[in-house]
C-alpha cells in the first residue's frame, strides 16, 4: 500500500511559479501511475495531471496543460507539479493520487489520496 504526503503548496502572487512535491512511502511507488487533482471551495475535484509509472505517459486538464508541468523521479519516491503563470483560479488544495494504471488516475477513481496541500494564489 502507497501512502502520499503532499507539500510545497502556499501563498504566491498571480504570474508567480511553485512546485507541488507528493512524497510516496511503501514498495509499490515505482509501479504506480500517479496523478494531481485539485478541489476550490465549493467545487469538485477535479483533475489536473497523471503520468505512468515509468514517466514515458503524461496526460493533462485542458485547462491546465500549457501552464502545468508533471514529472516523477522513482528513486526519490516522489512525484512533482510545476506550476507556472499561477491564475486566482488556481485557488485550492491540490491532492496527490495514486494507483496501477494511468486510466484509473485520470477517472479520478484512484485507491490512494494524500492529505492535499493548499495552494493560494493572491491577485
Known amino acids: 500500500q502507497v501512502q502520499l504526503v503532499e507539500s510545497g503548496g502556499g501563498l504566491v502572487q498571480v504570474g508567480g511559479s511553485l512546485r507541488l512535491s507528493c512524497t510516496a512511502s511503501?514498495?509499490?511507488?515505482?509501479?504506480?501511475?500517479m496523478g494531481w487533482f485539485r478541489q476550490s471551495p465549493g467545487n469538485e475535484r477535479e483533475f489536473v495531471a497523471a503520468?505512468?509509472?515509468?514517466?514515458?505517459?503524461?496526460n493533462y486538464a485542458d485547462s491546465v496543460k500549457s501552464r502545468f508541468s508533471i514529472s516523477r523521479d522513482n528513486a526519490q519516491n516522489t512525484v512533482y507539479l510545476q506550476i507556472r503563470s499561477l491564475k486566482p483560479e488556481d485557488t485550492a488544495v491540490y491532492y496527490c493520487?495514486?494507483?496501477?494504471?494511468?486510466?484509473?488516475?485520470?477517472?479520478?477513481?484512484?485507491?490512494?489520496w494524500g492529505q492535499g496541500t493548499q495552494v493560494t494564489v493572491s491577485s
Open positions: 493520487a495514486a494507483d496501477r494504471t494511468l486510466g484509473t488516475i485520470i477517472a479520478g477513481t484512484a485507491r490512494t
Open positions: 511503501g514498495r509499490t511507488f515505482s509501479d504506480s501511475a
Open positions: 503520468i505512468s509509472w515509468n514517466g514515458r505517459s503524461t
